[in-house]
């Protein structure tokens, strides 16, 4: 029997048994696909630096997100018509998340309406992704029916004003095979219940007006806590929070929108922090294709991650045990990956376990070679903290050291406290905790100190 050992094996098995126009739609992506390839190659940017002898003996992935427990950091992004892949289409999906402990974002367009995907798995965590269409009818049917459903979160994405160009489905002349329909769609009663083609589709009823204010409209309509999915920009993230986010995925849409966006994973930090100080937890989805790139963006601040392809990848070849098989692929992967580098519990993954690939570990190297500093001086600004919000933890430490190897390199604290947005009596506690021996007084224009409020010469900010 076959046997697979990561996703890849999955994604070969899948392309098989798959037309070759609907494997395209479904592993493609915009453009020339710069960033579908960027969404796993930003991944692969990314070294893990391993802790010991910490006691991994009992390794616990369960997260808490939004007052729920999920077996793993890791849930189903939003796809359209599983029934491409696989006749039981979401039916197969959300059983199988369901027997892993994980949950599924249903798409607006899915091939089973919400009512009989719930109704065959009682005890699922689906959230429903919608799109505040032309009709806005259709949007607040369908967060109804979510409702009604038993439906726990509501995921609005707001990346789509219509739909990216696809050089492969533009070459396809791509048309989705003929009987597939979505019955979630048909049952909100859209009249534009026909999405046989995808890019007609997306002209007549996504709506290219919306703006933040449809969005607090949506914040307003259930009472389930509303996810914003499509966010790569920071200030974008503080604009969900105001209108009323309770949580934000990080999401280029899997490269399917416009090519050469940012990688997901690269812009994450950024958002990270706006949504840290915003107390909301952040997601992630794009290029997520093992358990270490799981925990690579708990690392740079996701509270979970969203996996696409994957996951049809798993249905396409098995059906619900295809899906089993790589979700539980990808839990065992984070439960290694997790034990491999110190961490027995989900909270214990921080930035201090991750560095750029190179030769050093910022964080751990205090006075380090030349140009450290402008590493560590990216990783400082990268960890924004606004002002009166928590750093605790690993986080904490990692911050710690990040600030100790910086005014060992010369840096002044008044300087540090000004890049890190914090007080000056905050920052100098961090560098007392982190174990750092201060500089006394100096002579102004002399010697590399401000501690005494005079001007550093060897500021290396
Ligand atoms: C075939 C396919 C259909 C998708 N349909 C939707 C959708 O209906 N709604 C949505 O918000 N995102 C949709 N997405 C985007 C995914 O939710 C997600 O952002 C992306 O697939 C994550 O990247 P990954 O596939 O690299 O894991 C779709 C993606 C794929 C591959």
Wanted: charged share 20%; proline share 5%; hydrophobic share 45%.
């Amino acid at each position: 029997m076959h046997r697979f050992a990561c996703v890849r094996d999955y994604e070969e098995a899948a392309r098989g048994r798959l037309r070759p126009d609907v494997w395209d739609f479904m592993a493609g992506g915009a453009g020339e696909e710069i960033t579908l390839r960027d969404n796993t190659a930003a991944f692969g940017r990314v070294r893990v630096w391993p802790r010991v002898l910490t006691g991994v003996g009992h390794v616990d992935t369960t997260v808490e997100l939004l007052g729920q427990v999920w077996s793993a950091p890791i849930g189903i992004a939003p796809m359209a018509l599983h029934e491409m892949c696989h006749s039981d289409a979401e039916i197969a999906t959300v059983r199988a998340a369901t027997a892993v402990g994980l949950p599924t974002v249903l798409s607006a367009f899915s091939s089973v309406a919400v009512e009989d995907v719930t109704a065959a798995s009682p005890h699922a965590n689906v959230w429903q992704q919608v799109y505040i269409f032309k009709d806005r009818q259709v949007t607040a049917s369908m967060a109804e029916r979510a409702v009604v459903s038993g439906v726990r979160a509501l995921v609005v994405t707001v990346d789509s004003p219509w739909m990216g160009r696809r050089h492969r489905d533009i070459r396809d002349g791509f048309r989705f095979p003929d009987g597939l329909r979505s019955a979630n769609l048909s049952a909100s009663l859209s009249q534009w219940a026909d999405i046989s083609d995808p890019v007609l589709h997306s002209r007549s009823a996504m709506d290219p007006s919306l703006t933040w204010t449809d969005v607090e409209w949506l914040a307003g309509l259930t009472g389930l806590p509303l996810v914003v999915k499509g966010i790569l920009a920071p200030d974008d993230a503080e604009r969900a929070l105001e209108a009323g986010a309770d949580a934000i995925i990080v999401s280029n849409h899997g490269a399917r929108q416009l090519d050469r966006t940012t990688a997901a994973l690269d812009a994450l930090p950024d958002v990270a922090a706006v949504a840290r100080a915003g107390g909301v937890p952040v997601l992630l989805d794009g290029g997520v294709r093992s358990g270490t790139d799981v925990l690579i963006a708990m690392a740079l601040g996701a509270a979970a991650v969203l996996v696409g392809r994957p996951v049809l990848y798993g249905l396409a070849v098995a059906g619900e045990a295809g899906v089993h098989g790589v979700l539980t692929l990808l839990v065992d992967e984070l439960r290694d990956a997790m034990g491999l580098t110190g961490c027995s519990v989900t909270p214990q993954v921080g930035p201090e376990l991750i560095a750029p690939a190179g030769l050093f570990h910022p964080a751990a190297r205090p006075g380090g070679a030349p140009g450290s500093s402008a590493v560590a001086a990216e990783q400082v600004a990268a960890v924004r903290f606004a002002k009166h919000a928590q750093v605790r933890g690993s986080e904490r430490t990692a911050l710690g050291l990040r600030l100790k190897q910086r005014y060992v390199e010369g840096a002044s604290i008044r300087r540090l406290a000004e890049d890190l947005g914090r007080s000056y009596g905050f920052t100098r506690n961090l560098l007392a905790e982190a174990g750092t021996a201060f500089r006394g007084p100096g002579i102004r224009g002399k010697v590399a100190t401000d501690d005494s409020g005079s001007v550093p010469l060897r500021d290396s900010a």
